[in-house]
């Protein structure tokens, strides 16, 4: 009987836990939720502005150990392929602004760094963990998501941004 | 109950706009085809495409416009349904030379609350010093007294930061309202002039 019981809840548990994994929203294919947002340098950047481009956009939080991993590895694939018409953008998702500044300047990327202190563009991206890495194609369609970061990660998406840079 | 009417007639309109166009594609009788041409045609161009080809071609720039048209009319009267003449209210930025201001963002408020917050990237400040004018806001609003503020933020004269506010008391009417947030340069003062007209 207790067999039973316990078999009933490992399977209920399964099926609930397989209908939310089935159940998390994707944007791929979608056009990317276009944003605005004020960067390091005080200049303001939109999206839909690099329309003709392939654009990487980073979302990134200070306090995670992953994004501080990669945001190394992202400088060194903008500087190799941003001759080659690649846009990459990270974007802070941190509420204290001030530190978030603070360690985006020590962090001394060559790319653009912009600071989302709201959370619309949460919302439209389904952000659920820290980092999250999109690939936009040159008319504005997200093309491949990546959540969470692992060395060697970056080799998979230089295949995905070589793929879009050809197209 | 009149809103429901609109719809239902609008919905109506694009279901019979949708069958014409699905009998405009039907292929005519066969009566029609079987019957044999009065006169022979002349002989094809050699480079030039069949003709069975070029009617096609016809119709699907025929079922394009159709598709362009339709979009057209039912954005207008999505924009009728929101935003319905009596209570619009439209209103626009401007920016004349820009000498002295260089645009950051805009925040607008109607009758203490913030319906808008807009940030500028450089392209679009460029676009409104060359000319442009763009619609920052569209709502809706009663008939009656309103107060609108806007804050304009920028780099003021000598690359310091700027900030100024405005302030318009109008009536809103029957009709629509349009109002216009306009950014100019007060040259003897060396100042940014920030104003707001009201278009009757």
New interface residues.
């Given amino acids: 009987m207790r067999r039973a019981v316990l078999a009933g809840g490992l399977s209920l548990g399964l099926a609930i836990g397989t209908a939310s994994l089935a159940a998390a929203p994707s944007i791929v294919g979608k056009a990317a939720p276009d944003f605005v947002l004020r960067g390091l340098d005080g200049r303001n950047l939109r999206l839909s502005e690099f329309r003709g481009q392939v654009v990487l956009v980073n979302f990134w939080s200070r306090s995670d150990g992953d994004s501080r991993q990669q945001m190394p590895a992202l400088d060194r694939i903008n500087i190799t392929y941003q001759r080659a018409g690649l846009v990459v953008i990270g974007v802070s998702v941190d509420e204290d602004l001030r530190r978030s500044k603070e360690f985006a300047a020590a962090m001394s990327v060559s790319y653009p760094i912009l600071f989302d202190t709201g959370t619309a563009i949460g919302k439209d991206y389904y952000l659920q963990k820290m980092p999250m890495t999109i690939l936009v194609d040159r008319s504005g369609v997200v093309r491949y998501t990546a959540v969470g970061f692992r060395r060697g990660d970056e080799r998979v998406y230089l295949d995905h941004i070589r793929e879009l840079l050809r197209e | 109950m009149n809103l429901k009417h609109r719809i239902v007639s609008i919905a109506v309109c694009a279901v019979m706009l949708s069958a014409g166009m699905a009998i405009g594609q039907t292929p005519p009788p066969a009566d029609a085809q079987a019957a044999p041409p009065a006169e022979t045609p002349p002989p094809p161009a050699p480079d030039a495409p069949p003709p069975e080809l070029k009617t096609l071609d016809q119709e699907v720039q025929g079922l394009k416009k159709d598709v362009v048209d339709l979009n057209k009319d039912l954005f207008v009267l999505q924009e009728e349904l929101l935003f319905p003449a009596n209570t619009q209210v439209a209103l626009y930025i401007s920016m004349d030379v820009g000498t002295f201001f260089a645009l ?2 805009v925040t607008v408020k109607i009758d203490n609350k913030e319906v808008k917050n807009y ?6 400040a460029d676009a409104l010093l060359k000319g442009g004018v763009q619609q920052i806001y569209l709502g809706n609003l009663k008939v009656g007294k309103h107060e609108l503020v806007a804050f304009f933020t920028g780099k003021g004269p000598v690359e310091r930061d700027y900030k100024r506010g405005a302030t318009i008391n109008f009536d809103k009417g029957v009709g629509a309202k349009y109002l216009e947030l306009k950014i100019t340069d007060r040259v003897p003062k060396h100042q940014p002039e920030f104003m707001i007209k009201d278009w009757e």
């Fill in positions: 950051d963002s940030l500028y990237t450089a392209r679009e």
